[in-house]
């Protein structure tokens, strides 16, 4: 087992001062009223809040001080592949899940270990993506996804297990990387598996038990609403649909959102029919599971284009009407403004490219259906080129949404196109099940283009982007963080570089080399008084692979260096 060890700076002390030593007997119990309404100082879920922003209303560092931010305190995970999670922060404690089933607890001012979780895997059990994409915090518990579809509550103050949950058997290709959401009691997780031929599902188990709640497949079983877009038969059994990434969720209504992936196989000709709820986002009653409505962003998914991440709940005015909104920019490269129907359902209010896009040639203005050109879509023996790539106008990174600049910030990539061919695969549970072999997974670039990766700012009233960062050498693959200091923080980028912009005019005002690329979402949270931006470097998964890609095509560095570090940084001057 590889070594940590946490490096505490000199300077971090200074920052943190006499008083910043929180210790976990002071750890404060997260209650339903804190995540309905976060305090600025801590970062409890994954995106900040349940209406999924990724916005800090923190200020202390702003547009005129953000140049002397400099790091106080690093801590290396001792592990390597894609760090995905953010740091989660409660009362000075900091939680950060890393690949390989671990996770940390420290001093979230000083970077002092308080404890170490490792949940070991077993033996035999491989994943597409070794990796997890956070924690979340509930009472005194922290509660973990563990990779072998297992869910794990821990004592927050300790580290010790309180209980274990099976979702489901990792023998038959489920897994999970999503950070767990907690309403009301309910922890939900969804399942990871598209590729391998699984049926996905969201589930809640009791916080304080672990026992089963509910369970809602994206799949429906014969009779059930939506199973005549099977048509088909037994598809359904193995028909994708994973819910791979974390919910959001919308007090008002009580409603969460969740998004499902790739229909299984890859290939649409093999499964007949629109395939619900392929490519969606649902809306779920947190308390039974009972699906209130859903939208589905393409029909008969052919492109690996998951609808995995669920929208943001924003309002935002269209046509001179307050809408109560969910934006959400999908890996099909279009920005969709959604309705939140105070039936439940999710109604198309508009929606526009993004990035460059030429499978759909039109999108129904009052249901939103995209009429495909079949010239683009992959079939069985059938090859066809698309773009984006099947690594879309964005992957799962995160968007944020800042309310007092009105815009969402996008970190998006563009001039890149797939093409696949598809075949009729055997299945065997647990194995590769798409219909193409990862080597014949095809990729080009626009050689001639001026950039590939970016950060895109749209405004969420007239629809109308205000500003992009461009990067010539790069794909973008890192999410977002907006603030109160009217900043937009990323990373994402091969350089290895953690950056700051204006968030209402994408200057660009600070930089920082970091040891990896950095492909998780940053958080910010306050102690004692100060303000600290964290993040972790650590590349890996499908950035790194495509980055391999690229290198073979125009010549950009292979091998970006690996291995975890967590960066926390504050202004010290």
């Given at each position: 087992?590889?070594?940590?060890f946490a ?12 008083a ?24 409890l879920?994954t995106?900040g ?10 200020d ?12 106080v305190?690093?801590?290396?995970t001792?592990v ?7 740091p ?6 900091m939680?950060?899940?890393?690949p390989?089933n671990q996770?940390l607890?420290?001093n979230?001012a ?5 404890w170490?979780f ?9 994943a597409?993506?070794n990796?997890?994409r ?13 990779l072998?579809a ?13 209980w274990?949950s ?5 023998h038959t290709?489920y897994y999970?990387t ?5 309403v ?6 969804g399942v990871?598996?598209?590729?391998f031929?699984?049926?996905?599902f969201?589930?809640?188990f009791?916080s ?6 509910w369970?809602?497949y994206?799949?429906?079983a014969p ?21 791979w990434m ?12 969740w ?5 299984s ?20 009653d947190?308390?039974t599971g009972?699906?209130?409505g ?6 008969n998914e ?6 995995m ?7 935002y005015s ?21 309705e939140r129907k105070s039936s ?6 508009s929606?526009?490219?993004y ?13 939103g259906?995209p ?5 683009h879509k992959p ?8 773009c ?6 964005k ?7 800042n ?9 998006s ?5 797939g ?9 065997v ?5 798409t219909?193409?072999?990862?080597p014949d ?21 007239s ?5 992009r960062?461009l990067?010539?050498?790069?794909m973008?693959w890192g ?5 109160g ?5 990323g ?5 290895r570089?953690f ?19 950095i492909?998780?979402p940053?958080s910010?949270?306050?102690v004692?008084g100060?303000q ?6 650590g590349?890996?998964?499908d950035?790194?692979?495509?980055e391999?890609?690229i290198?073979?095509l125009?010549g950009?560095?292979k ?8 960066w926390?940084?504050?202004v010290?001057?």
């Amino acid at each position: 087992m590889k070594k940590l060890f946490a490096c505490t700076s000199l300077l971090a002390l200074l920052v943190a001062g006499a008083a910043g030593t929180a210790q976990s007997a002071d750890y404060s119990p997260v209650t339903d009223a804190r995540l309905t309404n976060p305090e600025p100082a801590n970062w409890l879920m994954t995106r900040g809040r349940y209406q999924g922003w990724s916005y800090s209303a923190l200020d202390q560092i702003n547009t005129s001080n953000v140049k002397n931010l400099q790091p106080v305190w690093t801590f290396s995970t001792g592990v390597d592949s894609g760090h995905e999670s953010p740091p989660i922060v409660n009362n000075g404690m900091m939680f950060v899940a890393t690949p390989y089933n671990q996770v940390l607890a420290l001093n979230a001012a000083t970077g002092e270990l308080i404890w170490r979780f490792k949940r070991p895997i077993p033996e035999g059990f491989s994943a597409l993506h070794n990796t997890s994409r956070g924690v979340a915090l509930y009472g005194d518990k922290v509660y973990f996804a563990g990779l072998d579809a297992v869910l794990v509550a821990i004592d927050a103050k300790t580290g010790k297990v309180d209980w274990e949950s099976k979702v489901e058997d990792w023998h038959t290709g489920y897994y999970m990387t999503t950070a767990p959401v907690v309403v009301k009691g309910k922890v939900m997780v969804g399942v990871s598996g598209g590729e391998f031929g699984i049926r996905g599902f969201i589930a809640a188990f009791d916080s304080e038990t672990g026992q089963p709640a509910w369970k809602t497949y994206s799949i429906p079983a014969p009779g059930e609403p939506g199973s005549d877009t099977w048509q088909k038969p037994d598809t359904w059994k193995r028909g994708g649909g994973s819910a791979w990434m974390p919910g959001t969720y919308d007090p008002k209504t009580d409603t969460v959102y969740w998004g499902t992936g790739n229909g299984s196989p890859w290939f649409g000709d093999q499964r007949p029919g629109d395939n619900l709820f392929t490519s969606s986002t649902l809306a779920l009653d947190p308390a039974t599971g009972k699906m209130k409505g859903h939208f589905q962003y393409h029909q008969n998914e052919s492109w690996d284009w998951d609808a995995m991440n669920a929208p943001m709940v924003v309002d935002y005015s269209h046509g001179g009407k307050s809408v109560s909104g969910l934006l959400t920019p999908q890996r099909n490269g279009y920005l969709y403004w959604l309705e939140r129907k105070s039936s439940g359902d999710i109604g198309y209010v508009s929606s526009v490219a993004y990035v460059k896009q030429n499978v759909f040639k039109s999108i129904d203005p009052e249901t939103g259906r995209p009429v495909v050109d079949m010239d683009h879509k992959p079939g069985t023996g059938k090859e066809a080129s698309f773009c984006p790539s099947l690594w879309g106008g964005k992957d799962w990174p995160f968007e944020a949404y800042n309310p007092n600049t009105g815009m969402v910030y996008i970190p998006s990539n563009d001039n890149h196109c797939g093409h696949l061919k598809g075949a009729v695969q055997e299945y065997v549970a647990g194995q590769w099940w798409t219909g193409v072999s990862i080597p014949d997974i095809g990729f080009t670039v626009d050689k001639n283009a001026g950039f590939y990766g970016e950060i895109q700012a749209y405004d969420v009233n007239s629809g109308k982007r205000a500003w992009r960062a461009l990067y010539p050498s790069s794909m973008m693959w890192g999410s977002l963080l907006t603030t109160g200091g009217n900043l937009v923080f990323g990373g994402g980028t091969n350089d290895r570089a953690f950056r700051a912009y204006d968030a209402r005019t994408g200057e660009q005002l600070w930089q920082f080399g970091t040891n990896s690329g950095i492909i998780a979402p940053p958080s910010s949270y306050s102690v004692d008084g100060v303000q600290y931006v964290a993040v972790q470097s650590g590349y890996g998964v499908d950035p790194a692979f495509q980055e391999g890609l690229i290198s073979n095509l125009i010549g950009w560095q292979k091998d970006i260096p690996q291995g975890g570090v967590i960066w926390v940084f504050a202004v010290t001057k």
